[in-house]
């Protein structure tokens, strides 16, 4: 008979038997269900990945429709046909109206660098006007006169006036790139013509991602790959056998395995008006669909016959440790450095008496992307900032994210600001491509060295705070710690409060007047409303003196109200005798995203009687981009109620085309910096006459501001400038001086088609 004792350690055996069956059995459970999460993880970040470069590749095609259009739309190609004479006469004699042509097309080329390289003016004959190719003119002889044979020429043709071709990709005879072409027609004077360009589909390509992500194109009908993140982009293409499965199969999305890569695909076909018949794919390594993306069968039995209960608990807790640790000190969104683990690499640093440089960074117009877009799509911008950074900086620098919009730039030794601005500065040189999207975005940087500027990790970067504090408070994209602006903070405050009581006595804050003078009539039309402060002791005190600090408190409210209720007062009383001139008023960044604002003008209408529409206010670019949410629901009520609105100084902003077709504005202000020596300038004169071509074709009025000379005015009178403001008619002046200047301007010019300025206007 078998005892107790050979009983009980034969149930000791068995029990342990069947915990080991236990355990391999969990173990390889875990590693099936572990491998399944992880293919069905990579099947979606696939399909996300398709989807946004399906939307990359809709906006480049919408983009270049957009920019062919507008193109087109330049009246240099019509003005081309109508002025006298034959084509080759023309082109031969060179002069203007061809240089005109051929800026044009340059202008395109040097807006968009690296991806149009070529541009050019056909005839409906087929003969070239003009083509420039890498911002180079092609001389007359060198102009082709076969250019109906090209497969893009007679479909253009058959579209129309307004429409946009764009061809299959193809060699470019010009630069040798693989291309694909986009061509509109050009009606006038009973001539037809064609404004083409090429676009590189290079420029298409984006770089494969660290985690083994490549996204391809593929041409549905050969499977030839066009363009790969893996390759330089070839005339040539090249195969993959990898990827002829996807055209063979007939489907026209879908994920699959094939060459040991997971795709997914769609099917891109063409439509009217692109020709193109794609399909894009996006790619990784795939996972494994047997034991080898784990463990094998003979190992997972080693390790379940050999593993110890208080192995698995060392081997637990040691890895609870390391994930504890990292997420103490890592950012769970971008995978980078928080601030405690900066800190730490700072303090390490300066313990052993070596020189540190601390970068911080603050995103301007973050906040656009979160509230028009959405916090996911925001999280995309943020991971897309933070693998820019990392490749901008060395290996033995440190990225930190410190939250929010805010990163951290470590750098050992003494980085000189050239390499914070080429390098740092410069990853945000081009734009982010979200939700298939591009969001421009910049960044204000303050900049502390250790040990002078802070001998510890918390004043080195309360510091770089300080400095990035005042780059946001003079504009300025880098700056550097200043002990000295800490200490000036005491004289500040002493500004703000005797702005206070300037504000308070009635009698030192007063409002000067400069005429705007319409130029196709010669006729006043209207007046912008400066604001002027004589100080007590300081004298005569310039806007830009008290504006920016002004701007920081709430006090700037009560400024603009002040201003408001003389501006209105005066036109008010203008009106009465009989002196109907509209006043512009600035805005500041805080009234205009002040809620109350629009009751509060209301009010003040109303109780002086001045009619709306004799009220005109003006905002910047920058402004409005500070928070476009709530800055375009005060415009709209202030324009709903009809009062004017204007985007003053643009062009130094960065709003974007879409964004200012949907703001209720009737006014663009091109900023004087464009005008100063514009007319000895074809770069500035270029962009002057672009900025009146787009707010025309906004239906917005166009007004120069700066004009200083007749030669000034009489350029901005050819490119078709509406309204100029500036010395050359007259500087800012007190309200009793702008009346009697009005009376001596309507007596001088009695035909104010030859409006010319006062003597005594400057």
Known sequence: MVGRSGLARAARYSALFLGLLVLVASVVASVVTARDKQAAAQDSQLRVELRQQIDVLDSYFERARSIDALLAANPVFADFYRVPGTNPAKINAGGATITRVNNALAYLEEMYPGRIGEACFIDSSGAEIARVVNGVPARPDKLSQDEGSNAFFAPTLALGAGQVYQAEEYESQDTHDEVISNSTVVAAAGHVGIVHFEITLESFRTPTSADGFAASILDAGTGRVIVDSRAATTTAGRPDLSLDTLIGGGSD???????????????????????????????????????????????????????????????????????????????????????????????????????????????????????????????????????????????????????????????????????????????????????????????????????????????????????????????????????????SAPNRLALLGDLRRALDTGDQITVHYQPKIDLRTGELAGAEALIRWHHPELGRMNPDMFIPTAETTTLIHALTDRVLTLAVAEATAWAGQGLQVPVAVNLSTRCLLDPTLPGRVLELLDRTGLPVASLELEV??????????????????????????????????????????????????????????????????????????????????????????????????????????????????PAGEFRAWCAAWVAAHPDPQRAQPLANAG
């Open 253 to 487: 999305s879908g994920v699959r395995t094939a060459g040991g890569r997971r795709f997914a695909y769609q099917h891109l076909p063409s439509v009217p008006g692109n020709v193109n018949n794609w399909y894009v794919a996006v790619s990784a390594p795939a996972f494994g669909s047997g034991w080898t993306r784990g463990l094998s069968v003979g190992s997972l039995a080693l390790v379940a016959a050999a593993m110890l209960t208080v192995l698995i608990a060392g081997a637990s807790w040691a890895g609870h440790l390391r994930a504890a640790r990292r997420a103490a000190v890592y950012d769970p969104l971008t995978g980078l450095p928080n601030r405690i683990l900066l800190s730490e690499r700072i303090e390490a640093t300066l313990r052993t008496g070596r020189p540190a440089t601390v970068v911080l960074l603050d995103l301007q117009r973050f906040r656009e992307v979160n509230d028009l877009l959405g916090h996911h799509l925001g999280d995309v911008l943020l991971n897309q900032v933070a693998e820019r950074l990392l490749a901008a900086v060395g290996p033995d620098a440190m990225v930190a994210r410190l939250g929010g919009d805010d990163f951290a730039v470590f750098l050992p030794g003494y980085a000189d600001l050239a390499v914070a601005d080429k390098s740092i500065l410069a990853a945000f040189g081009s734009g982010f491509v979200v939700g298939g999207l591009t969001v421009d975005l910049d960044a204000e940087i303050g900049v502390a060295y250790g040990p002078q500027h802070g001998e510890d990790a918390a004043a080195l970067l309360r510091n770089a705070d300080s400095a990035l504090r005042l780059a946001k408070q003079y504009c300025a994209r880098l700056q550097v710690y200043d002990p000295a602006a800490e200490q």
């Open 620 to 733: 910047t670019e920058s402004m409005v981009m500070a928070d476009p949410v709530r800055a375009e629901m005060t415009l709209r009520e202030l324009h709903d109620a009809g009062i004017r609105l204007s985007i003053d100084d643009f062009g130094t902003g960065h709003s974007s085309m879409a964004y200012l077709q949907r703001l209720p504005v009737d006014e663009l202000k091109i900023d004087r910096t464009f005008i100063r020596d514009m007319a000895g300038d074809r770069e500035k004169a270029v962009l002057v006459s672009t900025m009146i071509t787009l707010g025309h074709n906004l239906g917005l009025s166009v007004v120069a501001e700066g004009a200083e000379t007749e030669q000034d005015v009489a350029v901005l009178r050819d490119l078709g400038c509406d309204i100029v403001q500036g010395y050359y008619f007259a500087r800012p002046m």
